[in-house]
T-cell receptor, first 109, second 113 residues
C-alpha cells in the first residue's frame, strides 16, 4: 500500500537553528517526491520537488531511496518559515498525490 | 501564471440540499484536476481525480453518488455535494495539474446545518 509518514506533528525550533522535517514513504514503483507548504491563511503551494534538485527559500530535500526518506532541511530557521509542511509522493503516470499528515513548524523568536 | 480559483469560498446550506463548488484554472488548461477534503487540523484527503471529458476516478471510500464531479471543459471542474448532511461539513480544496505540478485553489468552506 502507498503510504507516507511524517512522524512529527509539531516541531518547534528557535530562530537561527537548523530545521529537519522528516518524511518516509512506502510506494511501489518510483514516485516523484514533493514538499508542499501552507502558510497561515494562504493556499497550499509547492515548496520543492526532488527531481529539480532546487533549493527554495533555503530549504533542501535529499531523496534517499535506500531509506525511502525525503527529509526537508534548512540550516538556519527564520520566523517566516512557520507553516504547515506536507511531504507528498506522486506517481508519474497519473500525477496523483497522497499527502502525509503534515508537520507544523513553529519558529520560536 | 498557474492560478486556480474556487467558488464559492464559503457556503452554508440546510441539510438535504445540494451544493455545487466550482474549480477553475484561470490561465492554463488542465486535463486533470483533483478534489480534496480537509478536516480541521488534519491533512488533505484525496477524494477523486477529475478528468476532462471522462468520468471521475474516486478514491476508496468516497461515494460517487454523493460527490458528483463534472469536468466539462479544460478549465472547469465542479463538485456537487448531493443531499448534504452535517457530516459533510468540511473544507474542500481542488487542484489543477500543469506540467506534472499541482496548483491549488484557495478552498471552499462548506457548513451544513
Amino acid at each position: 500500500a502507498q503510504r507516507v509518514t511524517q512522524p512529527e506533528k509539531l516541531l518547534s525550533v528557535f530562530k537561527g537553528a537548523p530545521v529537519e522535517l522528516k518524511c518516509n514513504y512506502s510506494y511501489s514503483g518510483s514516485p516523484e517526491l514533493f514538499w508542499y507548504v501552507q502558510y497561515s491563511r494562504q493556499r497550499l503551494q509547492l515548496l520543492l520537488r526532488h527531481i529539480s534538485r532546487e533549493s527554495i527559500k533555503g530549504f533542501t530535500a535529499d531523496l534517499n531511496k535506500g531509506e525511502t526518506s525525503f527529509h526537508l532541511k534548512k540550516p538556519f530557521a527564520q520566523e517566516e518559515d512557520s507553516a504547515m509542511y506536507y511531504c507528498a509522493p506522486a506517481m508519474n503516470r497519473d500525477d496523483k498525490i497522497i499527502f502525509g499528515k503534515g508537520t507544523r513548524l513553529h519558529i520560536l523568536p | 501564471g498557474a492560478v486556480v480559483s474556487q467558488h464559492p469560498s464559503r457556503v452554508i446550506c440546510k441539510s438535504g440540499t445540494s451544493v455545487k463548488i466550482e474549480c477553475r484554472s484561470l490561465d492554463f488548461q488542465a486535463t486533470t484536476m483533483f478534489w480534496y477534503r480537509q478536516f480541521p487540523k488534519q491533512s488533505l484527503m484525496l477524494m477523486a481525480t477529475s478528468n476532462e471529458g471522462s468520468k471521475a476516478t474516486y478514491e476508496q471510500g468516497v461515494e460517487k453518488d454523493k460527490f458528483l464531479i463534472n469536468h466539462a471543459s479544460l478549465t472547469l471542474s465542479t463538485l456537487t455535494v448531493t443531499s448534504a448532511h452535517p457530516e459533510d461539513s468540511s473544507f474542500y480544496i481542488c487542484s489543477a495539474t500543469r506540467a506534472s505540478e499541482q496548483f491549488f485553489g484557495p478552498g471552499t468552506r462548506l457548513t451544513v446545518l
